[in-house]
């Protein structure tokens, strides 16, 4: 390219205001301060090796990209190792547990997008058609981005000085996300990141750092292949006995000998235990790592049960947040002492048929009959959504069994949509969860239509405030067991499956 088109540019983006900038001219400056379109093009491979601490962990890092678009992540912390793929059009994430599944619709969207974006490569035709230029956000050091996708805006911002990224702000179920990228070196030619900070709702920082990048190295198919299924459960079903006090609790055991009781909670991302249970059992805690629960933050730790079981699933080295369940505890009858997340409904079809006092646990790929409505789900941060409609509004809400009032209302939707009350018609409740307790207020919407089933006159907690989950712009809010008590129904997160059939 032409030494004084590029001057020209540097020229424009960082002392002219007065003609607007284009996205095409950023990223343009952009592939430039990376090394160059023909740099980039030239690149089949490239592989980046580090190291992750912070939340009082540490571990390593792995990431690899390869032509023509294959990409795969992975990060070993602590007790916890998470990894994701895509490759030949499809995407998988293998989690906490060990538990592999294919990424969601929504979910691939947008590690498709977080992954152009930090890749050594020049951004797509369809990604550049979701970006235009912030209306806030721009300063003098910075001009940004914004990418429009489902799960909500994603902010880029560009070093006026240099040309390259040197930020990505974005929220995940209310909790703002925000990755900065420094250390910039050169290496075959690129300028590569060579540090990086990842802040969790401005409290929680992780901080990677790169050891090694290799360029155009041969790379196997077999880093993109999706694993096998771990055998942690028994290809069996049974009905679990449980009791309902405003939620589903199981007996569970830990071991051959303690049993416990577990909230059965769909909207919990992992499964938990109560601290003063933990201490009980001599579990180990480690790192302090985020929980969000509708009312607020909450700092976890980590800790592994050897043997957990309920019904006739039975799962090795389970992994659980050690949470702090005083709070919930106050209205219950019996102390509970922990929580079945997403480590039990990752493997197995659950769900509810008929009204009594139990739970069906059974293999992944359950068809309950063709009298159900089948929903497809999409995830955020391990949380299965289905699309509904409330006063004729459609959103993505939350399936949240662990959830004990009807229906909650995200702020920002309920804002947008028109449908959040006036608050002197509301009348103030107390709400407690994972992050605290707080005041909330309740009202009810005129409708619900979920899988073709329309309800009328439906409960509603809203938050004029919008703290915690319901300040989460990606999701509308979330249906709790109450509600789909109405139903028998299944959820089969292997399959990306809700069955429902009203009971009306």
Request: proline fraction near 5%.
């Amino acid at each position: 390219m032409d030494s004084r088109y590029v001057g020209a540019l540097v020229l424009l983006l960082s002392c002219s205001p007065a003609r607007s900038i284009t996205v095409d001219e950023i990223l343009g400056r952009y592939e430039i301060a990376l090394g160059g379109r023909g740099v980039l093009d030239g690149i089949h491979s490239l592989q980046m090796f580090g190291s992750v601490e912070g939340m009082g962990l540490s571990g390593t890092t792995y990431s690899v990209q390869k032509s023509p678009d294959w990409v795969m992540e992975r990060i070993d912390i602590g007790p916890l190792s998470y990894a994701w793929a895509y490759a030949e059009e499809q995407g998988w994430i293998q989690d906490h547990s060990g538990v592999v599944r294919t990424l969601s619709e929504a979910e691939l969207e947008e590690f498709l997008l977080l992954a152009q974006v930090g890749a050594a490569a020049p951004m797509s035709d369809e990604l550049r058609a979701k970006m235009r230029l912030c209306d806030e956000f721009s300063d003098s050091s910075h001009v940004c981005v914004v990418v429009e996708h489902g799960g909500g805006p994603v902010h880029l911002f560009f070093n006026r000085d240099t040309g390259l990224l040197d930020k990505v702000k974005l929220s995940k179920l209310g909790m703002p996300v925000e990755a900065r990228f420094l250390d910039f070196r050169p290496a075959e030619g690129l300028m590569l990141p060579f540090r990086g900070v990842q802040t969790i709702a401005g409290m929680f920082s992780l901080e990677m750092k790169v050891d090694q990048v290799k360029v155009n190295a041969t790379v196997s198919d077999a880093v993109f292949r999706r694993p096998g299924r771990l055998e942690i459960v028994r290809e069996t079903s049974c009905v679990v006995p449980i009791s309902m006090n405003g939620h589903l609790i199981a007996p569970v055991n830990l071991g051959e000998t303690t049993t416990l009781r577990f909230y059965v909670d769909s909207g919990a991302g992992m499964s938990c235990i109560d601290k003063s249970a933990a201490s009980r059992l001599g579990m180990t805690s480690q790192g302090a790592l985020p929980a969000q629960g509708v009312v607020g933050f909450e700092t976890v730790g980590v800790a592994q049960a050897e043997e957990l079981s309920v019904g006739c699933v039975h799962m090795q080295g389970v992994r659980l947040a050690v949470v702090d369940l005083s709070l919930m505890n106050q209205s219950e009858p019996e102390p509970v002492h922990g929580i079945l997340g997403y480590g039990l409904f990752s493997e197995r079809s659950v769900g509810r048929i008929g009204r009594g006092d139990s739970l069906l646990l059974a293999p992944p790929g359950l068809d309950p009959g063709e009298d159900y409505v089948k929903l497809p789900l999409q995830f955020v941060a391990s949380v299965p959504m289905v699309d509904a409609y409330v006063e004729g509004r459609k959103g993505r809400f939350i399936i949240d069994t662990g959830n004990s009032f009807p229906l909650i209302m995200h702020t920002p939707f309920a804002i947008q949509e028109g449908i959040m009350p006036p608050p002197e018609s509301l009348a103030l409740q107390s709400a407690a969860g994972i992050g605290g307790g707080g005041d909330v207020f309740v009202g009810e919407v005129d409708s619900l239509v979920l899988g073709g089933v329309r309800l009328e006159g439906v409960r509603t907690l809203f938050s004029p405030t919008g703290r915690g989950v319901t300040a989460a712009t990606e999701v509308a809010g979330n249906i709790g067991l109450p509600l789909l008590e109405r139903f028998d129904w299944v959820l089969d997160y292997q399959n990306a499956v809700l069955y429902l059939r009203s009971r009306q």
